[in-house]
């Protein structure tokens, strides 16, 4: 990363009032409501709430790491204020910078949440790509994230510090799985926070191949990357599918080739286009937007991942689905033309 000024691009468009609704995935809403309904997860969030506090979270990074500032990383802090001015974000949030050489960026806290973006990732990535990184926590601080990650945090701690008592730790770690499979799809609703904020598809691209090894520019083949991603979703047989399961497991954070298509596969449809021209849903309408709406449109995207997924266990499990939904069919047709008989139908036993 460069530390001169950033020069102030042109033409970037400003979303007033934007509703993270524009820019969440189907999947995320659907994931949380989801968590909101294991057994406990209310009454742990109340404990974690009052047990972490959100004064000990800023003070651990005013001792620890260093605030972005017109006078601490000026350009960052800049960078900063143009994203949240791009999705009317108030107030900015603060930026910590830590010292630890693994590019991570986190947006954590409870009522007012903090980003923390390490010195390793202020290495990986350029100018742009550090805009659709901010971006990207930035869109976390809109939707609210924040406090599950804090909560996901402590609870990792936790189950780690009740490793000796495994009866005692099942209900956290059920927990935990299920902030993990939530938090997987919160990073794709906030990918696309962060594109909003840069508004340039190819830094967001070079970010995620950044994060799967990519170093040189110059040696990074666009079309090669996101092929691998299709050849993970499409070969192999079901025992692969099985071993891309398990290989989720314990995972905060989708895969990164598979991320990538996926982000992509967003900025090139309408949804994008659409929040470009300044139609989205404004944050002034949340109140009226029923939530039944919102867990029709995550089951949507569910079945339509299903139903069109090039994945063997996938199809395997909609073939059962087709025959066993063919034979049910078959069945009650015929226990309906029996019924119809009426009393002539004792004659056909």
């Known amino acids: ?9 042109r033409g970037r468009i400003r979303f ?34 009052g047990a972490i506090g959100e004064r000990s979270i800023r003070w651990l990074y005013l001792a620890t790491a260093v605030r972005v500032s017109p006078r601490q990383y000026p350009h960052i802090h800049q960078m900063l204020n143009e994203c949240a001015t791009t999705l009317d974000v108030q107030p900015v949030p603060e930026l910590y910078i830590e010292q630890d050489p693994i ?6 806290g409870l009522d007012k949440p903090i980003i923390v973006i390490t010195t390793g990732m202020l290495d990986l990535v350029d100018e742009e790509g550090l805009r659709f990184i901010i971006g990207h926590e930035v869109g976390h601080v809109l939707s609210g994230h924040a406090v599950y990650r804090t909560m996901l945090l402590a609870l990792i701690n936790l189950a780690a510090a009740m490793e000796w ?10 927990i935990i799985l299920g902030l993990n499979e939530w938090f997987r799809k919160s990073e794709l609703s906030c990918d696309r926070a962060g594109l909003l904020c840069s508004q340039d598809p190819d830094a967001a691209l070079r970010v995620h191949a950044s994060l799967a090894g990519a170093r040189n520019p110059n040696e ?28 989720l497991s314990g995972k905060s954070h989708p895969l990164a080739a598979l991320r990538a298509a996926e982000l992509q596969k967003w900025a ?32 949507n995207s569910y079945k339509q991942n299903f139903t069109t997924s090039a994945d063997p266990l996938y199809k395997l499990v909609s073939k059962i689905g087709s025959v066993a939904g063919t034979a049910g069919g078959s069945a009650a047709n015929r226990m309906r033309d029996w019924w119809r008989a009426g009393p002539d139908r004792s004659s056909d036993s």
């Open 1 to 9: 990363m460069t530390t001169e000024s950033l020069p102030a691009r």
């Open 16 to 49: 007033t009032d934007i509703s993270s609704r524009a820019y969440e995935h189907p999947a995320d809403r659907g994931a949380l409501v989801a968590l909101r309904a294991i057994p406990g997860f209310d009454s742990v969030l109340k404990t974690l709430s």
């Open 103 to 108: 590019p991570q960026a986190m947006a954590i």
């Open 165 to 174: 008592l495994p009866i005692g730790a099942w209900s956290i770690r059920a």
């Open 220 to 247: 990074f083949d666009v079309a090669g990357f996101l092929d691998q991603a299709e050849e993970y979703e499409t070969r192999g047989d079901v025992r692969d599918s099985v071993l891309k399961l398990l290989q």
């Open 268 to 299: 090139a449809g309408p949804h994008y286009a659409e929040i470009l021209a300044g139609n989205y849903p404004r944050r002034s309408e949340d109140k009226e937007a029923p939530m039944s709406e919102e867990v029709k449109a995550a089951a």
